[in-house]
C-alpha cells in the first residue's frame, strides 16, 4: 500500500503543475511584441557584392553600374592600389584617362600612394572634385573620406616645405654665424699678439741695468776759479 502511494504522489505532484506550465506559457506569448510589418517593409532588400575574394588583377577591369556604384568595390580597389609600386601605379593610371568619374577616381587611387608631387596631388584633387557631383550617394561617404585624407597628404607636404625653408634659413644664419665668429677669432689672436709682444718689451725695459752713475761737473780742489772780470785789476807802472 505504501509502494503505491509513492508511485502516485509524483504523478499528482506532475499534474498539478500543468495549469501553471499553460499559465507562463500564456504570458509568454502575450508579452512577446508582435513584429511591426511597416517597418519590416521599410527595410531594403538589397545585397551587396563582396570584392575581397576579388585578385588584385581583375580588380581594375571590372565595369558597370553595379560594380561603380558598389563602395566594397572601391574599398578593394585602395587596397590593391596599395600594393603595387609607384611605377606600376603609374602605368596602370594612364590607362583611365577618359574624364568620367569612375576612371578619375581610379586614376586618383592608383597616383594617391605613388610617390606623387604635391603639384600633381594638387592637379588630380582637382580633377575628382570637378566631377564630385557625379558620384553616386553610395560612394560618395567614401571618397569623401579619401578625399580628406588626400587633403591631409597635402597640408603635410606644405608643412615639410615650411620646415624645410625655415631650416635652410637657420643654416644659412648658422654659417653667416660661424664665419663672424672666426674672423672675431682671429681678430682676438692678432690682438693677443700685439698685447703680448707689447709686455715683452716692457718686461725687457723693466729689467734692463743702467749704464753708470753721472756725477754733475764740480771744480778739481787744485783748479782755481779764474776772477772773474770784476776782480781783475790793471798792473801798476
Known amino acids: 500500500m505504501r509502494h503505491i502511494f509513492q508511485r502516485l504522489l509524483p504523478r499528482r505532484l506532475w499534474l498539478a503543475g500543468l495549469p501553471c506550465l499553460a499559465l507562463l506559457g500564456c504570458v509568454q506569448s502575450h508579452d512577446k511584441p508582435a513584429i511591426d510589418t511597416s517597418a519590416q517593409e521599410k527595410i531594403p532588400v538589397y545585397q551587396l557584392a563582396d570584392y575581397l575574394s576579388t585578385e588584385c588583377s581583375d580588380i581594375w577591369a571590372l565595369q558597370g553600374k553595379s560594380t561603380e556604384t558598389n563602395p566594397l568595390y572601391w574599398l578593394r580597389a585602395m587596397d590593391c592600389a596599395n600594393r603595387l609600386m609607384p611605377a606600376q601605379s603609374r602605368q596602370q593610371a594612364r590607362k583611365y584617362g577618359d574624364g568620367s568619374w569612375q576612371n578619375t577616381f581610379k586614376q586618383g587611387i592608383l597616383l ?112 782755481t776759479p779764474a776772477p772773474s772780470t770784476s776782480e781783475v785789476t790793471p798792473d801798476e807802472p
Open 112 to 223: 594617391a600612394d605613388a610617390k606623387i608631387t604635391p603639384y600633381e596631388r594638387r592637379q588630380m584633387v582637382a580633377r575628382i572634385d570637378a566631377l564630385s557631383t557625379e558620384i553616386p550617394a553610395q560612394v560618395r561617404p567614401l571618397y569623401q573620406l579619401w578625399r580628406d585624407d588626400q587633403a591631409l597628404q597635402l597640408q603635410l607636404a606644405q608643412e615639410r616645405q615650411r620646415y624645410s625653408k625655415l631650416q635652410q634659413s637657420s643654416d644659412s644664419e648658422l654659417d653667416t654665424l660661424r664665419q663672424q665668429h672666426h674672423v672675431l677669432q682671429q681678430q682676438l689672436e692678432l690682438t693677443t699678439r700685439k698685447l703680448e709682444n707689447l709686455t715683452d718689451i716692457e718686461r725687457q725695459l723693466s729689467t734692463r741695468k743702467p749704464a753708470g752713475n753721472f756725477a754733475p761737473d764740480t771744480p778739481h780742489e787744485s783748479e
